[in-house]
């Protein structure tokens, strides 16, 4: 935090007048609001890989120069350790296509615009951005061929094969997976920036217009890129549309490739040789790509899921094999036949089976839980349940070094940066919050599998004001990053809930 205040007040000349900690994602990355005394804020990111941030702002620096949809940089310290961006607001494609998904995955006009104009910007980046792109500042591997492709196939095979215990000839498989690493790998047609990690979750929505943008609607920003690639386009458009927890149709995935490829075409033709493109070639390339990207995606899905626990990758895995399964059965790896009877053994798996054919045993899992965490005073009283579950976990902070002690400290609370800062750089409540992290990841595990659908953590100190609350919000917001939870976040004595809402 210190540093990006450091950082912030050398860039524009002032301190920020607040500073609010985002949620953690899934990286080791630390991001923080800051705020001047207008209101407007900026990014700061806080990140321990200095590769990866060099990677990053060189990137996003790049793709602005061509007025590319991208975070712009505003400063970046001398050991490239943290960095200021745009902020772009705190609403992703993902957040804006979630009534669609709850209603069946039906996608209407609004939807398909926002789909369109996000398919279209890819064109652009994919295609405008490596125009003079210096792939040796981007991270290894920096170029989509059989190793790289190698890396990902073995990634599916140790991460969900091996811990599924699925019998397979190993050795036939290899050869299957080396087949299709020389296909994939030796591609030179509709070959660009290679973004990698193209999903929804990963495309901030501008509700209000640029300057040069369209007004209808807002406008897709992209984030996220730096383990982009020079690599084929078509891997782009096939983790966007085979996205296993959007299930697309194909009427509306044949829309927006359509749309995707009227877009590149109108690209200058100079764009155009840079990469080769060739709309028949792509549409080949595509129907493989699927097929491999999948096989990457459920390796990651068993990395998350099955050593991760995490529910809504183990949720996700079902869908992304039926997804395999419909391109397998196009023919398109008929010469990789033992890869091929492997895919229809795990699609045909009953505890892979789609949730709409599970039996009653399993219905109790779709019970949503709701995770509830209090901070409070102990002269006040433990905070009621009124689940009529008789409560949950109480932790007593007052052991902890106490920042109301000093005067300075007496009117905020553990929400306060300055709080904030006082406590972890006191470092007591981080080990304490550790263990905690640790059984409370346990609990909401078997609570879900369980079916369950109330559980709760109180946070007590003295006052309810500093150590209590700064545990209640971090765990809240540890729960609801790694689970796919609604959690209800209650400060008592400050007077303060909120609720953070599940994913789906």
Same mark, same amino acid.
């Given at each position: 935090?210190?540093?990006?205040?450091?950082?912030?007040?050398?860039?524009?000349?002032?301190?920020?007048?607040?500073?609010?900690?985002?949620?953690?994602?899934?990286?080791?990355?630390?991001? $923080? @609001?800051?705020?001047?005394?207008?209101?407007?804020?900026?990014?700061?990111?806080?990140?321990?890989?200095?590769?990866?941030?060099?990677?990053?702002?060189?990137?996003?620096?790049?793709?602005?120069?061509?007025?590319?949809?991208?975070?712009?940089?505003?400063?970046?310290?001398?050991?490239?350790?943290?960095?200021?961006?745009?902020?772009?607001?705190?609403?992703?494609?993902?957040?804006?296509?979630?009534?669609?998904?709850?209603?069946?995955?039906?996608?209407?006009?609004?939807?398909?615009?926002?789909?369109?104009?996000?398919? @279209?910007?890819?064109?652009?980046?994919?295609?405008?951005?490596?125009?003079?792109?210096?792939?040796? @500042?981007?991270?290894?591997?920096?170029?989509?061929?059989?190793?790289?492709?190698?890396?990902?196939?073995?990634?599916?095979?140790?991460?969900?094969?091996?811990?599924?215990?699925?019998?397979?000839?190993?050795?036939?498989?290899?050869? *299957?997976?080396?087949?299709?690493?020389?296909?994939?790998?030796?591609?030179?047609?509709? $070959?660009?920036?290679?973004?990698?990690?193209?999903?929804?979750?990963? $495309?901030?929505?501008?509700?209000?217009?640029?300057?040069?943008?369209?007004?209808?609607?807002?406008?897709?920003?992209?984030? *996220?890129?730096?383990?982009?690639?020079?690599?084929?386009?078509?891997?782009?458009?096939?983790?966007?549309?085979?996205?296993?927890?959007?299930?697309?149709?194909?009427?509306?995935?044949?829309?927006?490739?359509?749309?995707?490829?009227?877009?590149?075409?109108?690209?200058?033709?100079?764009?155009?040789?840079?990469?080769?493109?060739?709309?028949?070639?792509?549409?080949?390339?595509?129907?493989?790509?699927?097929?491999?990207?999948?096989?990457?995606?459920?390796?990651?899905?068993?990395?998350?899921?099955?050593?991760?626990?995490?529910?809504?990758?183990?949720?996700?895995?079902?869908?992304?094999?039926?997804?395999?399964?419909?391109?397998?059965?196009?023919?398109?790896?008929?010469?990789?036949?033992?890869?091929?009877?492997?895919?229809?053994?795990?699609?045909?798996?009953?505890?892979?089976?789609?949730?709409?054919?599970?039996?009653?045993?399993?219905?109790?899992?779709?019970?949503?839980?709701?995770?509830?965490?209090?901070?409070?005073?102990?002269?006040?009283?433990?905070?009621?349940?009124?689940?009529?579950?008789?409560?949950?976990?109480?932790? *007593?902070?007052?052991?902890?070094?106490?920042?109301?002690?000093?005067?300075?400290?007496?009117?905020?609370?553990?929400?306060?940066?300055? $709080?904030?800062?006082?406590?972890?750089?006191?470092?007591?409540?981080?080990?304490?919050?550790?263990?905690?992290?640790?059984?409370?990841?346990?609990?909401?595990?078997?609570?879900?599998?369980?079916?369950?659908?109330?559980?709760?953590?109180?946070?007590?100190?003295?006052?309810?004001?500093?150590?209590?609350?700064?545990?209640?919000?971090?765990?809240?917001?540890?729960?609801?990053?790694?689970?796919?939870?609604?959690?209800?976040?209650?400060?008592?004595?400050?007077?303060?809930?909120?609720?953070?809402?599940?994913?789906?």
């Amino acid at each position: 935090m210190k540093k990006l205040i450091e950082l912030y007040t050398q860039c524009f000349g002032m301190a920020p007048t607040k500073a609010v900690s985002l949620p953690k994602a899934g990286s080791n990355r630390h991001y $923080v @609001r800051l705020f001047d005394d207008k209101g407007q804020s900026v990014i700061g990111v806080d990140g321990p890989d200095v590769e990866e941030n060099h990677c990053f702002v060189y990137l996003a620096s790049h793709f602005s120069k061509r007025n590319l949809p991208v975070p712009k940089i505003f400063a970046m310290n001398d050991s490239e350790t943290c960095y200021l961006q745009q902020d772009l607001g705190v609403t992703s494609l993902y957040e804006k296509l979630a009534p669609a998904r709850k209603n069946n995955f039906s996608y209407g006009k609004a939807e398909r615009t926002m789909l369109s104009k996000t398919i @279209r910007a890819l064109a652009h980046v994919q295609v405008e951005g490596s125009e003079e792109l210096d792939y040796s @500042r981007c991270l290894e591997p920096r170029k989509f061929d059989s190793r790289a492709v190698m890396f990902d196939l073995n990634y599916f095979k140790y991460c969900f094969l091996k811990p599924i215990e699925v019998p397979v000839n190993e050795i036939l498989l290899q050869d *299957d997976f080396e087949r299709l690493a020389r296909r994939l790998g030796g591609q030179e047609q509709n $070959v660009g920036f290679m973004y990698r990690d193209f999903q929804a979750r990963n $495309v901030m929505w501008k509700e209000t217009a640029v300057e040069g943008s369209e007004s209808d609607g807002g406008t897709p920003f992209f984030i *996220d890129f730096q383990g982009g690639m020079s690599g084929p386009m078509a891997y782009d458009v096939a983790s966007f549309l085979w996205q296993a927890s959007s299930s697309f149709s194909s009427e509306l995935r044949e829309e927006m490739i359509a749309d995707y490829l009227d877009e590149v075409q109108k690209l200058s033709p100079e764009h155009l040789a840079r990469v080769h493109f060739d709309a028949a070639i792509f549409r080949q390339q595509l129907r493989t790509v699927v097929a491999f990207r999948l096989l990457q995606v459920l390796g990651a899905y068993g990395l998350r899921g099955f050593f991760e626990r995490k529910k809504y990758f183990l949720d996700s895995i079902p869908p992304a094999l039926q997804n395999l399964l419909q391109i397998a059965e196009t023919g398109e790896l008929n010469d990789c036949p033992t890869l091929l009877d492997l895919i229809r053994r795990l699609a045909a798996m009953p505890r892979f089976a789609p949730k709409k054919t599970q039996g009653v045993e399993n219905k109790s899992s779709d019970k949503k839980l709701v995770v509830k965490v209090f901070s409070f005073s102990y002269k006040k009283g433990i905070p009621a349940d009124d689940s009529g579950n008789g409560g949950g976990y109480v932790f *007593d902070c007052r052991g902890l070094h106490n920042p109301g002690r000093y005067e300075q400290y007496k009117k905020l609370t553990g929400r306060d940066q300055e $709080v904030i800062r006082f406590l972890e750089e006191d470092g007591e409540i981080t080990v304490f919050l550790n263990e905690i992290y640790k059984l409370a990841d346990a609990h909401v595990e078997n609570y879900l599998l369980r079916g369950f659908s109330s559980l709760q953590f109180c946070f007590g100190c003295t006052g309810g004001q500093h150590r209590s609350v700064y545990g209640a919000e971090h765990l809240a917001h540890h729960l609801h990053e790694k689970f796919d939870v609604e959690v209800r976040l209650c400060h008592r004595e400050q007077g303060v809930e909120e609720v953070l809402r599940r994913k789906e």
